[in-house]
């Protein structure tokens, strides 16, 4: 399989540039289902960045035909992430950005401040354009916290399966708190997109991460569509 590298598909709020891979299928051979993957929204989640470029790895190695047509963003937050922060370098927690109905303006805690306005920084912007561009049928974005498989949108239960079966995690609708302007309010609740989102053990789990989501993750990209 032949990965393309959009080297500076996004520029983030401190002008780190944010690289997408996505194979040729997806543009220049629509028709098959497009599934999103994305690491790194939070950037004190390592966890996420390390299972989206073993994920990348294993796209890199793999040569047998996929179900899916895929892209890929190892690190949607370069600046948190080496900064070692949960928010960008506007201070804005990105998975509080996104431009859902539900978007509030109102925040408990710095660590979730949800920005000046829904969708006013360039890394959701920059997902946001290219969820409307290639319409996946499936998204999904690592992170780190409690362990858990968190599926919004019942279309998504078989791939949230898969993970929840390989990684030993239980599945469940929602994090336990509210999550306005959250990717999983404007992706399925506003455009019907299945939205999964893992949740790593944030304790000691990141070299054990793809052994316990790679499977789900093979499985979802090699059986399942």
């Not at 629509?30 to 939070?42: A, D, E, Q, R």
């Not at 949607?76 to 928010?87: E, H, I, M, T, Y």
């Not at 968190?150 to 509210?178: D, F, M, R, T």
Request: one cysteine or more.
């Amino acid at each position: 399989m032949k990965l393309l590298k959009i080297s500076d598909w996004a520029v983030s709020r401190k002008n780190n540039t944010i690289a997408i891979f996505h194979d040729e299928d997806l543009l220049l051979k629509p028709g098959k289902p497009h599934i999103l993957m994305m690491g790194g929204v939070h950037g004190d989640e390592p966890e996420g960045v390390h299972l989206a470029e073993q994920t990348l790895k294993w796209l890199e190695q793999n040569r047998s035909p996929l179900k899916w047509s895929v892209s890929l963003v190892t690190c949607l937050n370069p600046d948190g992430f080496k900064a070692s922060q949960r928010v960008n370098g506007n201070g804005v927690d990105l998975n509080r950005n996104y431009p859902s109905k539900n978007w509030s303006a109102e925040f408990d805690q710095p660590r979730y401040y949800p920005g000046p306005s829904p969708g006013s920084e360039p890394e959701i912007q920059a997902v946001v354009a290219w969820v409307k561009k290639t319409k996946p049928r499936l998204i999904i974005h690592f992170h780190s916290w409690k362990p858990c498989v968190v599926l919004s949108g019942p279309p998504g239960e078989p791939y949230a399966k898969a993970l929840c079966e390989s990684s030993g995690y239980p599945l469940q609708n929602s994090v336990g708190y509210p999550t306005p302007g959250g990717l999983s309010q404007w992706g399925w609740f506003d455009n019907n997109t299945p939205i999964i989102c893992t949740e790593e053990n944030d304790q000691g789990g990141l070299e054990k991460t793809w052994e316990r989501f790679g499977p789900g993750l093979i499985k979802i990209l090699t059986a399942l569509d």
